[in-house]
């Protein structure tokens, strides 16, 4: 679900050229495996916006998800 839901905002990235600089999480439904998310943000501007490394893909390699009380700590690992 971690793995789909950041492809998701990565691929808005890659097609929209949509830069996201809030993300609300809305609804996590662990039955559905779904997550309903919405973000706010701009198209990306190459004047504001300065590329260093691009991401190119999520991957599960490396991914750890450490369940506390009162949070979660997720660890991705992306492909440059």
Do not use: C
Request: hydrophobic share 45%; net charge negative.
């Amino acid at each position: 679900l971690v793995y789909s839901f950041l492809d998701e905002w990565l691929y808005n990235f890659h097609a929209f050229d949509f830069v996201a600089n809030a993300i609300t999480i809305e609804e996590i439904n662990l039955d559905k495996w779904t997550v309903v998310s919405s973000g706010k943000g701009e198209v990306m501007d190459i004047s504001r916006h300065p590329q260093g490394m691009e991401v190119k893909a999520i991957t599960y390699s490396g991914m750890r998800i450490d369940e506390k009380k009162g949070r979660v700590d997720i660890y991705v690992v992306v492909d440059i």
